[in-house]
């Protein structure tokens, strides 16, 4: 399975991004996908996932209600809708697959795109 991650640029604070990761390989319609991100200086943290029908999401705690995660398995892709953006969501945004289930662990994953960086200014 190979990732390619899109949509990261340069935003100003209280705007809105929408990241893409679309699949290649194989299917993931099968498997649970999730996005992490690492800041400048920091270690890698999750932000969220999503099992593989989509019925069910979850998020780190400090991102409910600002970031959505989605996924369209037709087109074999997920999404990260990140609104009310701040300086400190400034990272690179991974995404990932995970054949075991939608986990916080990014040792739950085992396929991983390249990142796209979305910087926000203040």
Known sequence: VQLQACGGGLVQAGG??????AASGRSVSRYAMGWFR?????ER??????TWSGGSTYYADS?????TISRDN???TVYLQMNSLEPEDTAVYYCAVSRNGAGYGEYEY???GQG???TVSS
Not at 38 to 42: C, L, R, Y
Not at 45 to 50: K, P, Q, S
Not at 63 to 67: D, H, I, T, V, W
């Open 110 to 112: 085992d396929y991983w």
């Open 45 to 50: 943290e999750f932000v969220a996932t999503i």
């Open 74 to 76: 037709a087109m074999n």
């Open 63 to 67: 991102l409910k209600g600002r970031f």
């Open 38 to 42: 690492q800041a400048p200086g920091k």
């Open 116 to 118: 796209t960086l979305v």
């Open 16 to 21: 809105s991004l929408r990241l893409s990761c």
